[in-house]
């Protein structure tokens, strides 16, 4: 278990930051994510439109999301535009299988 914060920066640098427990290795680490992003991601277009912003200008990145295809389906549907996946600190076999693993998440 471990103590990470989870970001979310606009174009123009400024930044909300939320502070969550995430189990690594655990399934429920994607749901805790997912149920921290998406509703700070909502309220963050909340408070443009107020501003008088369109929500659209913003640019919404996730850093270290995990590979599985429903938490990324649920990140494009709340509108963030990028997902940034870590990569093995390893030889060149073992990072290139890794990027062939995340090119097939593409649709």
Known sequence: MSRE???IRTKDGACRTTEVIVHPDDA???SL???FIIPETAQLHERAKKAGRDPAT???TVFAAKPDPKMLADYAAAGMERVLFML???GPDE???ALD???RLRG
């Open 5 to 7: 914060q989870i970001s």
């Open 28 to 30: 429920a680490s994607s």
């Open 33 to 35: 994510q997912i149920a």
């Open 58 to 60: 913003l640019s919404v």
């Open 88 to 90: 093995p600190s390893a």
């Open 95 to 97: 990072v290139l299988a």
């Open 101 to 103: 693993r995340l090119a």
